[in-house]
T-cell receptor
């Protein structure tokens, strides 16, 4: 199993450009998450999903959109990138309700995004 | 949401036992305590979770007193490879959108 993978690993954008970050998991997990981590800070939840076709806002959702069209994929979109969105983005997944390790989040390797 | 407070940083030497304490004074009845570890340039990794008393696995032990207002992550005989940031999270099981990663505790293990 590859676990949680993220594409791309690095990206540089200009202000106003758009892009989509892709997260894929092969563990058949129900829940998926997008976090951002700024230097010296903890992770902040952007959006999450508790199942295919469902999404919900986290702590810092503004400027981002997400979609979960397939259970294994969770996409994070930036419609008009801003320098304040320069960060490392982590995707995670967890099994979901009913599993012994329901809360265990498995993280991807991260995407380092720079917005100029 | 139960807020957590951890030391910003800790130093230790190889072979020592390290105890990292997390305060969560307003923990709710249904809340669990979970710890994650994050190495530089990597995503966090689950270490341990508990509700009360003591939990032990192959990596660490988690001590939770009866009032549950704090918890202590214990790492036995640390090595250089244990240098990482450790996060304490408190939340109800299944409350996926409410788990807060604070700034964590940066543990530096020296030779």
């Amino acid at each position: 199993n590859a676990g949680v993978t993220q594409t791309p690993k690095f990206r540089v954008l200009k202000t106003g450009q758009s892009m989509t970050l892709l997260c894929a998991q092969d563990m058949n997990h129900e829940y998926m998450y997008w976090y951002r981590q700024d230097p010296g800070m903890g992770l902040r939840l952007i959006h999450y999903s508790v199942g295919e076709g469902t999404t919900a806002k986290g702590e810092v959702p503004d400027g981002y959109n997400v979609s979960r069209l397939k259970k294994q994929n969770f996409l994070l979109g930036l419609e008009s990138a801003a320098p304040s969105q320069t960060s490392v983005y982590f995707c995670a997944s967890s099994p979901g309700t009913g599993w012994a390790d329901t809360d265990t989040q498995y993280f991807g390797p991260g995407t380092r995004l720079t917005v100029l | 949401l139960a807020k957590t407070t951890q030391p910003i940083s800790m130093d230790s030497y190889e072979g020592q036992e390290v105890n990292i304490t997390c305060s969560h004074n307003n923990i709710a009845t249904n809340d669990y305590i979970t710890w994650y570890q994050q190495f530089p340039s990597q995503g966090p990794r689950f270490i341990i979770q508990g509700y009360k008393t003591k939990v032990t696995n192959e990596v660490a032990s988690l001590f939770i007193p009866a009032d549950r207002k704090s918890s202590t992550l214990s790492l036995p005989r640390v090595s250089l490879s244990d240098t990482a940031v450790y996060y304490c999270l408190v939340g109800e099981r299944g409350s996926q959108g409410n788990l807060i990663f604070g700034k964590g505790t940066k543990l530096s293990v020296k030779p």
